[in-house]
């Protein structure tokens, strides 16, 4: 049975893509897509209210002549769902939103009602100030001091962000210059440190030469290396002459203890011994010399 959804399409081996005819499309064509209405608007042929989300069948194109910045400006075509009248309305990268173009007008357009507000009021000051000297003197004064506000506010922000960033290099020059001393004080500490151990093996263990005459046996020696005139001896302490013997290290009370018990010990004879019974060699005697002993 095939798969259902063929993923793996087979190629012969003279395929040649390059033999494939290409259509010819017009650089500006018309393409179908789904959409929804972007904001509500009313039919200006029968009236018709189209609410905001309705889905159409829309066709969409490239405007010619027309971007803002380089971005493009793409143009929408739908259809009045009561009289079928042709509705287009663009796209609208400046106030990232939508404009109606033809067939229709839209309820409401936020940024129209604000600049409609501000024209409003400017022109509503203009008024005023022509009818009364005091009121443009007055709005002048506020201008003034709100221009004085923005401009000292700006300097701050300048006068901070000098500081900032003078304090941010001397923090990062300090930081630098600490970072060196304690990497000194560290080299400095591991320096003492291996000078230290280098010292302590130099007091614990030393190298003295010692003649060929002398036995090696009066010294505590590990690794001896003989040479012809002289032979070189590691000890374990420092050794600034023949290592001391071990009873002239103990106290003056060991020693005489010692050689008391020495004196006072008993000279244990050594038994001697049948050399027959060792051998596993019994004599056996006679029975008459056996009586006449008992007797006796």
Request: with cysteine.
């Given at each position: 049975?095939?798969?259902?959804?063929?993923?793996?399409?087979?190629?012969?081996?003279?395929?040649?893509?390059?033999?494939?005819?290409?259509?010819?499309?017009?650089?500006?064509?018309?393409?179908?897509?789904?959409?929804?209405?972007?904001?509500?608007?009313?039919?200006?042929?029968?009236?018709?209210?189209?609410?905001?989300?309705?889905?159409?069948?829309?066709?969409?194109?490239?405007?010619?002549?027309?971007?803002?910045?380089?971005?493009?400006?793409?143009?929408?075509?739908?259809?009045?769902?009561?009289?079928?009248?042709?509705?287009?309305?663009?796209?609208?990268?400046?106030?990232?939103?939508?404009?109606?173009?033809?067939?229709?007008?839209?309820?409401?357009?936020?940024?129209?009602?604000?600049?409609?507000?501000?024209?409003?009021?400017?022109?509503?000051?203009?008024?005023?100030?022509?009818?009364?000297?005091?009121?443009?003197?007055?709005?002048?004064?506020?201008?003034?001091?709100?221009?004085?506000?923005?401009?000292?506010?700006?300097?701050?922000?300048?006068?901070?962000?000098?500081?900032?960033?003078?304090?941010?290099?001397?923090?990062?020059?300090?930081?630098?210059?600490?970072?060196?001393?304690?990497?000194?004080?560290e080299d400095r500490e591991r320096k003492q440190a291996e000078e230290e151990d280098e010292e302590l093996v130099r007091?614990?263990?030393?190298?003295?030469?010692?003649?060929?005459?002398?036995?090696?046996?009066?010294?505590?020696?590990?690794?001896?290396?003989?040479?012809?005139?002289?032979?070189?001896?590691?000890?374990?302490?420092?050794?600034?002459?023949?290592?001391?013997?071990?009873?002239?290290?103990?106290?003056?009370?060991?020693?005489?203890?010692?050689?008391?018990?020495?004196?006072?010990?008993?000279?244990?004879?050594?038994?001697?011994?049948?050399?027959?019974?060792?051998?596993?060699?019994?004599?056996?005697?006679?029975?008459?010399?056996?009586?006449?002993?008992?007797?006796?």
């Amino acid at each position: 049975m095939s798969e259902r959804k063929v993923l793996n399409k087979y190629f012969p081996p003279d395929f040649d893509p390059s033999l494939i005819p290409r259509r010819k499309v017009p650089k500006n064509s018309q393409q179908v897509v789904r959409l929804m209405a972007p904001f509500s608007m009313r039919c200006n042929t029968c009236g018709e209210y189209i609410y905001k989300g309705k889905k159409f069948n829309a066709r969409k194109e490239t405007v010619d002549g027309e971007d803002y910045y380089g971005i493009k400006i793409f143009r929408f075509y739908i259809k009045c769902t009561l009289c079928s009248a042709e509705i287009t309305f663009k796209t609208d990268p400046k106030n990232t939103d939508y404009t109606a173009e033809h067939g229709a007008s839209r309820n409401f357009e936020p940024w129209r009602e604000e600049a409609d507000t501000k024209e409003e009021d400017r022109l509503a000051r203009l008024e005023a100030e022509e009818n009364d000297p005091m009121k443009a003197l007055e709005n002048r004064t506020v201008d003034s001091k709100r221009e004085m506000e923005i401009l000292d506010a700006l300097q701050d922000i300048r006068a901070r962000n000098a500081r900032n960033e003078r304090v941010g290099h001397s923090d990062d020059l300090l930081a630098k210059l600490h970072m060196e001393e304690i990497e000194t004080e560290e080299d400095r500490e591991r320096k003492q440190a291996e000078e230290e151990d280098e010292e302590l093996v130099r007091q614990v263990f030393s190298k003295v030469s010692m003649p060929m005459g002398v036995p090696a046996s009066s010294s505590s020696s590990a690794g001896s290396s003989p040479t012809q005139e002289e032979k070189v001896v590691t000890v374990k302490r420092k050794a600034d002459g023949d290592e001391p013997d071990l009873r002239s290290l103990l106290p003056e009370s060991t020693r005489a203890l010692i050689a008391s018990k020495v004196a006072t010990i008993p000279v244990v004879k050594k038994r001697k011994t049948d050399m027959k019974n060792s051998l596993g060699i019994k004599i056996k005697r006679a029975p008459g010399k056996a009586a006449a002993k008992a007797t006796a």
